[in-house]
């Protein structure tokens, strides 16, 4: 009878039972009575009683040698990234940008702690699938990466140590009184393994990246018809000029194809980006006897190549940005630390704008993202502390509600008295980079955030009215303290900006007044016979008999301009409502039909008021592949984390910067 109980009855079971409920023999009458057992049994039993034990050690053994098997290869895995970053600070910046991935995988480890050893077998048997099937999606992502994976998950290979280089000699470069000084043999070193063992990844049409509906399709024509243009009358030189199917160059460093690069990615566009990424590799010179302006500089080519390089993970791009940023830095050598508005690419020598002694406030409070993102990605905290260093001293200034004068003198760093007031040309982005500087470091710099809240409400305090005849919400501005009802389109960025800060946690009021002046700069085209805002337009704020908009003569040129569509994108994406689509596909539109010139680009015009001659003013402007077509392909996305506004902050020319994580 026991032997049979035995045999059949769960191996715990009895075991529970001879511990719990009975209480145990001395070992020695135990003995004697299982050999009493034994005795009484037949051949035949003891036969069977011997084979069940022998195949129950051999599963046994089987067993414990799976889990020797299995036990080390999540070690393997972690050790293999160790292998990959072998560097700790790389090791360090991938944690931040892969935050789950060590925590996933100890608590993978972890789990196993508790599981007994049937779980533990089916737990390491859908480990095994999963690495499996792991290793086939990174192979996939290789070819084939979604935009949101590439840019948050670059695997840097090997550049971050090359550009990293050594501190010291880098601080040999640009420094002293204004002089550039580039030692060659140092560049060189620091250079020499960049973008030689590069990968370009390849976004994948179907999965995020590349045209997803007609629109965007439309839009991605569009680049193509102005590329084409480019590359076939001004290819390497800063914009073309459509109309006489020429170029024409500023700083002479290839402004189009440099603004361009992060939209073709982003539109799929991979020939043209491979095209683009040669003529950088090969021909861009930034040694260069060139005066350059810092802030356009920065904002185009330093912002232009920081995107590139996270885009698509090649080291070139980075050590392009930072020659650029080491030639940039003499500006900063100034009396006051406010920077100079231009220098020499070549002799390093920077001074004030050959138009008058100040530098503008909005170019030196608009250049941080970029210097801030050089800092982050090379190791070098020079760049960092220089803007750091910038926005300290324009914080200490005092100011009226916030709001700052659109000059400010390298020298005495002091702001210009009684210069003008405004949201637009020359103080624009100074409000925009008050609230990205804030969430380019994950939120921490509160004192950023409290400075654009003061300064939202000085301009719903000072410089918001409303239009007699139909209540238009506008921003004017303060000239010499009095309120000028004038706007710029260059103001039109704001009700994007205010959606931000709304969507950051910032007060419902900001995203209410982002929607009435997002309508405004609508109206602002819908207005006009051509479809297409003028650069500056004044509003009627005391006839209610008058239209709500009037547009000088002098002023009813468009160049192409982004802020609008910046907006729409915006507003379309962080509230879903389909009205700032159907705007923007108008304006699009409108820049086909009047702004498109035959045989390849489109054209600036002079006048938004004559759809029989608009007057082409024969110039392609580099923002609008940069900004204008970039942010019509993304308003036209239905994909909400093709460049999640979670994980990135644009700079003021568009280009895309990784948001850090605190
Ligand atoms: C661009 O260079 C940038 O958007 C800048 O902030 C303002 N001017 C142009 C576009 O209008």
Not at 541 to 548: F, H, R, T
């Given at each position: 009878m026991y032997p049979v109980y035995y045999e059949s009855a769960p191996r715990r079971d009895f075991i529970s039972v001879m511990v719990s409920k009975e209480p145990p023999e001395p070992p020695s009458k135990r003995r004697q009575s299982c050999r009493r057992v034994w005795n009484r049994l037949s051949r035949l039993q003891r036969t069977i009683i011997c084979a069940i034990l022998l195949v129950g050690a051999m599963s046994g053994l089987y067993i414990a040698n799976g889990l020797m098997n299995e036990l080390p290869d999540d070690k393997d895995t972690l050790s293999q990234r160790h292998n990959v970053f072998p560097n700790d600070n790389v090791v360090h910046v991938m944690d931040q940008r892969h935050p789950d991935k060590d925590t996933k995988a100890n608590q993978r480890l972890h789990d196993n702690d508790d599981k007994d050893g049937e779980d533990q077998k089916l737990h390491f048997e859908q480990q095994e699938r999963e690495k499996k099937e792991n290793l086939e999606r990174e192979e996939k992502a290789k070819m084939k990466p979604k935009i949101a994976d590439a840019v948050v998950q670059p695997e840097v290979k090997g550049q971050k140590e090359s550009i990293v280089g050594n501190q010291e000699e880098d601080e040999?470069?640009?420094?002293?009184?204004?002089e550039l000084e580039v030692n060659e043999e140092k560049k060189t070193k620091g250079q020499s393994q960049v973008g030689a063992d590069v990968q370009v990844q390849v976004p994948n049409m179907e999965d995020g990246?590349?045209?997803?509906n007609a629109q965007q399709k439309a839009v991605v024509e569009a680049f193509k018809h102005a590329w084409k243009g480019y590359k076939q009358y001004a290819w390497g030189h800063d914009e073309l000029k459509p109309i006489s199917k020429a170029a024409s160059d500023w700083f002479g460093l290839g402004l189009t194809i440099i603004d361009s690069l992060d939209t073709m990615w982003i539109m799929g566009l991979m020939e043209e980006f491979e095209e683009a990424r040669r003529w950088v590799e090969?021909?861009?010179?930034?040694?260069?006897?060139v005066d350059v302006n810092l802030f356009e500089t920065t904002i185009r080519v330093l912002g232009g190549l920081l995107s590139a390089f996270h885009l698509s993970n090649d080291g070139l791009f980075l050590e392009k940005a930072r020659e650029l940023g080491d030639r940039l830095m003499p500006c900063f050598n100034s009396p006051s630390k406010i920077p100079y508005s231009d220098v020499n690419l070549d002799t390093g020598k920077a001074h004030p704008p050959r138009w008058g002694p100040d530098s503008t406030t909005s170019e030196v409070t608009s250049i941080q993202l970029e210097f801030r993102e050089l800092s982050h990605q090379t190791g070098n905290d020079k760049y960092k502390n220089a803007v750091d260093e910038v926005m300290g001293h324009i914080q200490s200034l005092p100011k009226e509600n916030g709001l700052i004068p659109i000059f400010v003198n390298?020298?005495?760093?002091?702001?210009?008295?009684g210069a003008t007031i405004t949201v637009g040309a020359r103080g624009d982005s100074y409000y925009e980079y008050l609230l990205k500087q804030w969430l380019q470091t994950g939120k921490t710099e509160d004192k950023l955030r409290d400075e654009y809240v003061a300064a939202i409400e000085g301009m719903q305090k000072n410089l918001v009215k409303s239009t007699a005849a139909n209540g238009l919400k506008f921003i004017g501005e303060l000239v010499r303290g009095s309120f000028s009802p004038k706007m710029d389109h260059l103001v039109c960025f704001l009700p994007g900006t205010l959606a931000i800060g709304h969507h950051n946690g910032l007060d419902a009021s900001h995203l209410e007044l982002a929607k009435e002046l997002a309508k405004t700069c609508y109206q602002m085209y819908a207005d006009m016979p051509t479809g297409l805002s003028p650069e500056i337009a004044y509003f009627n704020?005391?006839?209610?008999?008058?239209?709500?908009i009037e547009v000088k003569n002098a002023d009813t040129h468009n160049l192409l301009r982004p802020e609008t569509v910046e907006s729409l994108f915006y507003l379309y994406r962080l509230t879903g409502d389909k009205q700032y689509r159907d705007w923007g596909w108008k304006i699009f539109q409108a820049f086909e039909k009047y702004t498109k010139v035959q045989g390849g680009g489109y054209s600036s015009i002079g006048s938004v008021k004559d759809t029989k001659n608009p007057r082409f003013r024969d110039k392609m402007e580099s923002f609008f592949l940069g900004e204008t077509l970039k942010y019509l392909f993304l308003l036209f996305s239905d994909d909400p984390t093709l460049l999640s506004l979670d994980k990135y902050v644009f700079n003021t020319e568009a280009h895309p910067l990784p948001i850090w994580r605190p």
């Open positions: 040999g470069i640009g420094a002293a009184g204004g990246v590349g045209p997803q090969k021909d861009l010179v930034l040694k260069k006897n390298a020298r005495s760093g002091q702001f210009r008295a704020i005391n006839n209610p008999g008058k239209p709500d």
